[in-house]
């Protein structure tokens, strides 16, 4: 008798559960990030039972949020709340099979229960916008019937299946509409409970009443608390896993552009410097070929001065190449590889730098590229636009700050306007959380003052 009893809400488990097998055993064997061995072991524990889906659900949580997160909207994640309802169903159904074991042949019971299994799943499975009004009727409807199936039952030690249905609303509805439900199946319940102690007692001390109305009502607000900050986290764990993705594509999306920024302006240096170059050769060797006949000598120097145009050239594309990805940079030191730029500016320049650099072996790897670029930039811009030949640099670290002050000999300038080397030098600077002033005075060079957080 019990048995034909529970059936019916046996079946619909059954069908949920087969519905949801169908759902995610094809999307298992499609999880390229599986081997075959875990494919089959996920597919044997999907084919178990609820708990067996519960547990994948759970297992692929993250999978599901990246699929279906696209807004900071405060909800959870698909798996983690398919997940908790599947559990809370499981829950109700052994309660189901409890309160019918203690209620034999009491039918109306055993249909109250699977009619509340049938409006746990409509809750769960009815699309919100379509049954936006039906959504928000059926938690009443379904605290009414539980109310009513525990008023019917000889037993009151299940009560809380109460907290179950309770548990499941808060899930799967939002805070405002939880503030209003929140008393309803507390007061039905309490009231409903006292109406059964007072039916069968006939009289009820108010100090029962008082306490049973005070610990009942501590244990619901406690369990639904429970349920209402586990949502909450879960929600703001569901939103930053969001961010973080979001983040790091930005990230890279910033990282590409800086990359193809960088090469734009090292193709933009090769093409102005060997552009400069072959034309000046090409004069050269035409002045050249004119003079072969006529005066040798003069023919000669322009051939020789076309050598040095082009290995001039050369090099400005080998060192525009070299700025690309610096040699060494990250073998070595940023001492080491500042003080082999240094050099590199004499050798290649004329260009002499009395620099004191004072930094410590362990500098971030995350500041060695940047540092590097900007003293780069800062030698560059002095060249090409300050016409200096020569550059004070000071390097230090106090403070958990690394301070680079830079001055230079070249012409100044009575208005400092920022062109595009002083502004990539800014925006490093910025990336990294630093800050940069510059200044400059007609006749008595340009400074540079920065600071960088360590």
Same mark, same amino acid.
């Given at each position: 008798?019990?048995?034909?009893?529970?059936?019916?809400?046996?079946?619909?488990?059954?069908? @949920?559960?087969?519905?949801?097998? *169908?759902? =995610?055993?094809?999307?298992?064997?499609?999880?390229?990030?599986?081997?075959?061995?875990?494919?089959?072991?996920?597919?044997?524990?999907?084919?178990?039972?609820?708990?067996?889906?519960?547990?994948?659900?759970?297992?692929?949580?993250?999978?599901?949020?990246?699929?279906?997160?696209?807004?900071?909207?405060?909800?959870?994640?698909?798996?983690?709340?398919?997940?908790? %309802?599947?559990?809370?169903?499981?829950?109700?159904?052994?309660?189901?099979?409890?309160?019918?074991?203690?209620?034999?042949?009491?039918?109306?019971?055993?249909?109250?229960?699977?009619?509340?299994?049938?409006?746990?799943?409509?809750?769960?499975?009815?699309?919100?916008?379509?049954?936006? !009004? =039906?959504?928000?009727?059926?938690?009443?409807?379904?605290?009414?019937?539980?109310?009513?199936?525990?008023?019917?039952?000889?037993?009151?030690?299940?009560?809380?299946?109460?907290?179950?249905?309770?548990?499941?609303?808060?899930?799967?509805?939002?805070?405002? *509409?939880?503030?209003?439900? %929140?008393?309803?199946?507390?007061?039905?319940?309490?009231?409903?409970?006292? %109406?059964?102690?007072?039916?069968?007692?006939?009289?009820?001390?108010?100090?029962?009443?008082?306490?049973? /109305?005070?610990?009942?009502?501590?244990? *619901?607000?406690?369990?639904?608390?429970?349920?209402?900050?586990? #949502?909450?986290?879960?929600?703001?764990?569901?939103?930053?896993?969001?961010?973080?993705?979001?983040?790091?594509?930005?990230?890279?999306?910033?990282?590409?552009?800086?990359?193809? #920024?960088?090469?734009?302006?090292?193709?933009? $240096?090769?093409?102005?410097?060997?552009?400069?170059?072959?034309?000046?050769?090409?004069?050269?060797? $035409?002045?050249?070929?004119?003079?072969?006949?006529?005066? +040798?000598?003069?023919?000669?120097?322009?051939?020789?001065? +076309?050598?040095?145009?082009?290995?001039?050239?050369?090099?400005? !594309? #080998?060192?525009?190449?070299?700025?690309?990805?610096?040699?060494?940079?990250?073998?070595?030191?940023?001492?080491?590889?500042?003080?082999?730029?240094?050099?590199?500016?004499?050798? +290649?320049?004329?260009?002499?730098?009395?620099?004191?650099?004072?930094?410590?072996?362990?500098?971030?790897?995350?500041?060695?590229?940047?540092?590097?670029?900007?003293?780069?930039?800062? /030698?560059?811009? +002095?060249?090409?636009?300050?016409?200096?030949?020569?550059?004070?640099?000071?390097?230090?670290?106090?403070?958990?700050? @690394?301070?680079?002050?830079?001055?230079?000999?070249?012409?100044?300038?009575? #208005?400092?306007?920022?062109?595009?080397?002083?502004?990539?030098?800014?925006?490093?600077?910025?990336?990294?959380?630093?800050?940069?002033? %510059?200044?400059?005075?007609?006749?008595?060079?340009?400074?540079?003052?920065?600071?960088?957080?360590?």
């Amino acid at each position: 008798m019990i048995f034909w009893h529970i059936l019916p809400a046996l079946l619909l488990i059954l069908t @949920l559960q087969v519905i949801l097998q *169908y759902r =995610l055993i094809p999307e298992c064997l499609g999880n390229r990030e599986l081997s075959k061995n875990a494919k089959i072991f996920w597919v044997v524990i999907l084919l178990l039972s609820l708990p067996g889906i519960i547990a994948y659900l759970l297992a692929f949580q993250k999978r599901a949020g990246a699929e279906t997160t696209h807004d900071l909207r405060p909800q959870l994640n698909r798996n983690i709340e398919e997940s908790i %309802f599947l559990g809370l169903l499981l829950a109700f159904l052994l309660y189901v099979i409890a309160i019918v074991r203690v209620n034999p042949g009491n039918l109306p019971i055993a249909s109250i229960l699977t009619a509340c299994l049938v409006i746990m799943m409509g809750i769960h499975y009815l699309p919100h916008e379509r049954f936006h !009004v =039906l959504r928000g009727v059926l938690p009443y409807i379904l605290a009414i019937l539980i109310i009513g199936q525990d008023y019917l039952s000889v037993s009151e030690d299940y009560g809380f299946v109460v907290l179950l249905t309770v548990a499941l609303v808060i899930i799967e509805y939002s805070l405002r *509409y939880n503030i209003i439900y %929140f008393w309803v199946p507390l007061i039905l319940y309490q009231a409903v409970a006292l %109406f059964k102690f007072k039916a069968a007692q006939g009289y009820l001390d108010g100090d029962f009443i008082a306490g049973y /109305i005070l610990s009942n009502t501590v244990t *619901y607000c406690f369990v639904t608390a429970t349920f209402y900050f586990a #949502k909450r986290q879960l929600i703001q764990n569901n939103q930053l896993h969001y961010l973080m993705k979001e983040l790091k594509g930005k990230t890279l999306q910033l990282e590409e552009a800086g990359i193809l #920024k960088e090469r734009s302006r090292i193709a933009r $240096e090769i093409h102005d410097t060997l552009g400069h170059s072959l034309t000046g050769a090409i004069i050269q060797l $035409e002045v050249a070929r004119k003079l072969i006949d006529k005066n +040798s000598d003069k023919a000669l120097e322009a051939i020789i001065r +076309s050598q040095e145009i082009t290995r001039s050239g050369f090099n400005d !594309v #080998k060192r525009a190449i070299k700025a690309l990805n610096p040699l060494g940079i990250e073998e070595l030191s940023l001492s080491e590889c500042l003080h082999q730029l240094i050099q590199e500016a004499r050798d +290649s320049y004329n260009f002499y730098i009395e620099g004191d650099i004072d930094l410590p072996e362990d500098l971030s790897d995350d500041l060695k590229i940047p540092v590097y670029r900007i003293i780069q930039e800062l /030698i560059t811009n +002095s060249i090409r636009h300050g016409e200096a030949s020569s550059m004070e640099l000071t390097m230090e670290c106090h403070d958990n700050t @690394l301070r680079i002050q830079n001055h230079d000999n070249g012409k100044g300038c009575a #208005k400092l306007q920022e062109g595009n080397g002083l502004r990539g030098i800014r925006e490093r600077i910025n990336q990294v959380g630093g800050q940069v002033r %510059f200044s400059s005075q007609e006749g008595n060079g340009f400074t540079v003052l920065i600071h960088i957080p360590l």
